[in-house]
């Protein structure tokens, strides 16, 4: 098993950042098989596996933000940032890809986006890999 982490810096309030190649790049050279597993470390970000095209990227932002409305929430009492929490809790703050000859396992279209929902802001993405 190894571990490492690394830092991304987001722009904007809401929006994603593909790190598909960070993720790539954090697997072992001596892992042939297995599975990485990358975790955000915040209650206000998430990971999601998707295509990274600019328009469907954008598509998932305006979701989300349809989907959850800015205010009227509880939270907002404590810190005002109620709606950045419930985003991120629809996409859940990790995932799980199967390496084989040492190379992620992804289909052709997909990408691994972290999705900022409380920024611009750095966020720090552990990442897991174990052999099998």
Do not use: C
């Given at each position: 098993?190894?571990?490492?982490?690394?830092?991304?810096?987001?722009?904007?309030?809401?929006?994603?950042?593909?790190?598909?190649?960070?993720?790539?790049?954090?697997?072992?050279?001596?892992?042939?098989?297995?599975?990485?597993?990358?975790?955000?470390?915040?209650?206000?970000?998430?990971l999601l596996v998707q295509e990274s095209e600019p328009r469907l990227r954008g598509d998932i932002e305006s979701?989300?933000?349809?989907?959850?409305?800015?205010?009227?929430?509880?939270?907002?009492?404590?810190?005002?940032?109620?709606?950045?929490?419930?985003?991120?809790?629809?996409?859940?703050?990790?995932?799980?890809?199967?390496?084989?000859?040492?190379?992620?396992?992804?289909?052709?279209?997909?990408?691994?986006?972290?999705l900022e929902c409380d920024g611009p802001r750095t966020r720090t993405v552990t990442v897991t890999t174990v052999?099998?």
């Open positions: 098993m190894t571990r490492t982490t690394f830092s991304v810096e987001t722009d904007s309030w809401l929006t994603t950042v593909d790190v598909t190649d960070r993720l790539a790049d954090a697997v072992p050279d001596d892992l042939e098989s297995g599975t990485l597993t990358a975790f955000v470390k915040h209650t206000t970000a998430g979701f989300l933000r349809d989907l959850v409305p800015d205010e009227g929430h509880a939270h907002d009492q404590l810190d005002g940032n109620a709606d950045s929490h419930l985003r991120a809790a629809l996409v859940g703050p990790d995932v799980t890809i199967p390496v084989e000859n040492g190379e992620l396992v992804l289909g052709t279209w997909q990408s691994v986006l972290l052999g099998e």
